[in-house]
């Protein structure tokens, strides 16, 4: 599996939007589920969206409603769209690859065994 591909990340006004991208072509990629997790500065790990290869998606209830997440199987890629953005959005944010993952499963981190390098965002009110 090649090293996870995530961009997007930057430095935006409280009520912006950001999209976070996460590419990459190898075989768990394609057939797996994707996730975001988020750590914020002092804070643990948190889940934020999930996506399954057969597109059942999975949200934090404190994204649900401003975030949406989906694929693009063509090209390889998982876009996580942020509206809404507020200061307790501010995080490094992590893209992840699993095996397929059902429910309850998709919420945990232990379910997804590539991580990427995160990308920062930050929110300034």
């Known amino acids: 599996q090649a090293q996870l591909e995530e961009s997007g990340g930057g430095l935006v006004q409280a009520g912006d939007s950001l999209r976070l991208s996460c590419s990459n072509s190898?075989?768990?990629?394609?057939?797996?589920?994707v996730a975001w997790f988020r750590q914020s500065p002092g804070q643990e790990r948190k889940f934020a969206a999930a996506?399954?290869?057969?597109?059942?998606?999975y949200y934090s209830d404190s994204v649900k409603g401003r975030f949406t997440i989906s694929r693009d199987n063509a090209n390889n890629t998982v876009y996580l769209q942020m509206n809404g953005l507020s200061s307790e959005d501010t995080a490094v944010y992590y893209c992840?690859?699993?095996?397929?993952?059902?429910?309850?499963?998709?919420?945990?981190?232990?379910?997804?065994?590539?991580w990427g390098q995160g990308t920062q965002v930050t929110v300034s009110s």
């Open positions: 992840a690859v699993g095996a397929a993952c059902h429910s309850v499963a998709c919420y945990l981190a232990r379910t997804y065994t590539y």
């Open positions: 996506i399954t290869r057969y597109g059942a998606i």
């Open positions: 190898g075989r768990a990629f394609r057939t797996g589920a």
